[in-house]
């Protein structure tokens, strides 16, 4: 369990710890963490620091590459998502780096946002 940010001005990073979603968004919101990205779960979690540098960008260049190029061989219809947080208020969150949606209908449009 955790602190509210105000109070707590370290959190473990890398690793699924205990928290209340009002203490996940508080910790969202707290400048130290800025640079993080965010995964909560079910009453857990996560906050992850790692470096977004040059071989970090050019690996998910390459799988984000390899999926659009397979989906269009194959003719499968795909929506890809970069860098977008999907949430469902109070029991999920997470930011991945590339994210897609496969097949006929998309539950939403390039400029909607996802709902809760």
């Known amino acids: 369990m955790v602190k509210s ?10 690793t699924w710890i205990q928290a209340t979603w009002e203490e996940f968004l508080d910790l969202a919101d707290h400048p130290q963490y800025a640079k993080g990205r965010f995964y909560y779960d079910q009453g857990y979690m996560r906050i ?6 040059s071989a970090h960008g050019h690996d998910n260049a390459i799988v984000s590459t390899v999926v659009v190029v397979y989906a269009a061989l194959k003719n499968i219809r795909i929506q890809e998502f970069t860098n977008t947080s999907f949430r469902k208020t109070g029991v999920r969150e997470t930011q991945p780096d590339t994210a897609f949606y496969i097949g006929g209908v998309f539950p939403v449009s390039p400029s909607q946002q996802l709902p809760d």
Do not use: K
């Open 5 to 14: 940010s105000s109070t707590l001005p370290h959190v473990a990073t890398d």
């Open 48 to 53: 992850e620091m790692s470096p977004l540098g």
